[in-house]
């Protein structure tokens, strides 16, 4: 089945009722997310890109999400276990509070991630989004920093926009909004600037590409008055375009800000 044909019947089985839904089956059967080939259910990967999807459980850095070898105590393992920090966490200052992931940029996740960011797969956001908004409960949990959060997508420079016609960031953000019941503000942070691409930069440049290429608009403002705020990204590689994305919220006087991003990229394990 062609993407066009992928697309359009994920479509009609989301705005068919229940028996029209399953009669749509026989004629577009569900398939594999990141492959294409059929499975029992919609939204589901099949044993093959299961197995090369890297989720991110257990052991992970509190402040950017990378997982770390050890037994699930601490980052995103027990509540009471102190977090856990990575050494580039150690050396690299986080303007955010914490960060979840959901997956590693590799295999399944890096595949599905360039899809949905390059390959005109829009119809996969709601499933990632929901992945996503998983990997995020913790951060707004009742207690957390990001209890009752506006949730906010890293925003994407209007001509890079009106190439790739979305913002995969937002797709996914309107869902973890939409799974814990958050307010979604995908207009509270603009990107000001245009920046080049980020790959094959050094760490150092990679954040001086990025700096103070966002900004709150005025007439937003008044809506962050203290909240605290659920960054939202595709994937984190330096944590640079995220620390330049907080570093305009923080400044437009936000609360505390966490960072939720569907990939983490990881060092060679």
């Not at 398939?31 to 093959?48: I, R």
């Not at 090369?52 to 995103?76: M, Q």
């Not at 209890?147 to 937002?170: D, E, I, M, S, T």
């Not at 814990?180 to 980020?198: F, I, K």
């Amino acid at each position: 089945m062609g993407l066009q044909s992928r697309t359009l019947a994920g479509m009609m089985k989301a705005a068919l009722p229940g028996a029209m839904t399953a009669a749509l089956r026989i004629v577009y059967p569900s398939q594999c997310l990141c492959c294409g080939e059929t499975v029992d259910a919609d939204d589901a990967l099949c044993p093959v890109c299961w197995r090369d999807a890297d989720f991110v459980a257990g052991s992970a850095c509190a402040r950017c999400g990378v997982p770390l070898p050890g037994d699930g105590e601490g980052g995103t393992g027990a509540p009471d276990a102190a977090p856990l920090s990575c050494d580039d966490c150690l050396s690299i200052v986080r303007p955010w509070a914490a960060a979840r992931a959901a997956l590693t940029y590799a295999g399944t996740g890096r595949t599905l991630a360039l899809a949905l960011k390059h390959a005109d797969r829009s119809d996969l956001a709601p499933a990632l989004g929901r992945w996503l908004a998983r990997a995020a409960a913790p951060l707004v949990a009742p207690g957390a920093p990001g209890q009752g959060a506006l949730v906010v997508p890293v925003p994407v420079h209007f001509r890079r926009l009106l190439k790739r016609k979305y913002n995969q960031a937002a797709l996914m953000s309107a869902q973890v909004a939409r799974v814990h019941g958050l307010t979604h503000a995908p207009r509270l942070l603009a990107r000001v600037r245009a920046t080049p691409a980020q790959d094959h930069r050094s760490v150092a440049d990679r954040f001086a590409n990025v700096a103070g290429a966002m900004a709150v608009p005025a007439q937003h403002a008044r809506a962050l008055d203290g909240r605290p705020v659920l960054l939202v990204d595709d994937v984190m590689t330096s944590g640079a375009t995220l620390a330049a994305a907080a570093d305009a919220l923080l400044a437009a006087g936000s609360g505390p800000v966490s960072v939720a991003v569907l990939c983490r990229a990881v060092k060679d394990r």
